[in-house]
């Protein structure tokens, strides 16, 4: 297979080599070259291309391949998977690392879809916040180059970001990952589960389940499992659907996913753990508006309607009684 070149170099300030990749906040600036092309048309079989990463004078030898599954067959440009196939050399912002998701852009030379990768950027920051058993992200600035020469409309930088591996996070929180085909509610830490559910309200998010998803062998839907001193922590992912991120295929028939917020939390969950959730995300209310403010977008009108969308959250959650209520009426598996 042919070489892949993919030079980065920081687009604000240099983080300390050897820090964490996800312990800075700044943006990386990316150059990706190699054959797009082909990595794209062999997304069906999921094959992985050699790349070379190259970051200064290090050089990084790393997998590529295509991931995901909704994104795969709406999007021209789909997110891909990074496997390091060494740990992640010192020296670099990748030291210790091994497989990484990237999340990419939808379309090319779409502004709407690069918005909906800060939208989505967006609703990781906000769990970040909600709980540090949370997933950690950082943005990147990507300039593709398709060796091949078929990909069009890439001249310009497109975004994306990566996502801390479910290993780095096991190690960070002190548990292992857990993979099984079914869980008892009862092993689920509930001050976690409260606070997943409320967070997924608040952005909008129904594509989630504590169930096992079709053409799946683990549980549960866009959600990972921590074993924390044999208790199961539930760690949300993949936001893409959620009227926050606002993705131009929501819309489409298959999905026809509302802008309207509803609520996915399972009954069992007890009333005072949510009561508890929703007040401790208030507690958090300017810190959550300010994030959804200030993380970057190429429409200022993007930001806007994302400060609005989470603001409304905020207005309902004052009359908490009713809300409660509505989760109650609403919550999923009652009898």
């Not at 300030?13 to 990595?39: A, H, Q, W």
């Not at 309200?201 to 044999?230: E, P, Q, R």
């Not at 300010?290 to 009359?319: Q, W």
Request: proline fraction near 3%; charge should be neutral; aromatic fraction near 8%.
């Amino acid at each position: 297979m042919r070489k892949v070149v993919l030079t980065l170099a920081l687009l604000t300030t240099s983080p300390t080599f050897g820090s964490s990749l996800f312990d800075d906040n700044s943006i990386l600036e990316v150059t990706m070259s190699g054959p797009l092309s082909t990595l794209i048309k062999q997304k069906r079989n999921r094959e992985q291309y050699p790349f070379t990463l190259a970051i200064d004078d290090a050089s990084v030898d790393v997998a590529v391949r295509i991931r995901g599954n909704t994104r795969v067959d709406l999007c021209r440009f789909p997110p891909l998977r990074l496997n390091f196939t060494a740990s992640g050399p010192d020296g670099t912002p990748f030291a210790g690392e091994d497989k990484l998701k990237l999340v990419t852009h939808c379309q090319n030379g779409s502004e709407k879809s690069q918005d909906s990768v800060f939208n989505e950027f967006t609703a990781y920051r906000f769990f970040n916040l909600i709980s540090d058993r949370s997933y950690r992200v950082r943005l990147l600035r990507i300039r593709y180059e398709d060796t091949d020469g078929k990909q069009r409309n890439l001249e310009e930088s497109h975004y994306g970001f990566l996502i801390e591996s479910d290993e780095g996070l096991a190690r960070r929180l002190g548990g292992t990952v857990a993979k099984v085909e079914a869980i008892r509610f009862s092993r689920l830490d509930i001050q976690q589960t409260a606070r997943l559910s409320v967070f997924q309200y608040l952005i909008g998010n129904k594509d989630w389940s504590f169930v096992t998803a079709d053409n799946d062998d683990t549980c549960c839907h866009n959600i990972d499992l921590l074993d924390v001193d044999s208790t199961l922590v539930p760690i949300p992912y993949d936001f893409d659907l959620a009227a926050l991120t606002r993705a131009n295929y929501r819309a489409r028939p298959r999905l026809n996913r509302s802008n309207k917020r509803e609520y996915n939390g399972y009954c069992r969950t007890p009333t005072d753990m949510v009561d508890q959730a929703i007040d401790h995300i208030q507690s958090l209310k300017d810190e959550i508006l300010s994030t959804a403010l200030h993380v970057t977008a190429l429409n200022n009108e993007t930001r806007e309607r994302r400060a609005t969308f989470t603001a409304a959250y905020f207005e309902e959650a004052v009359g908490k009684a009713a809300l409660l209520a509505k989760f109650e009426r609403n919550c999923i598996g009652r009898h």
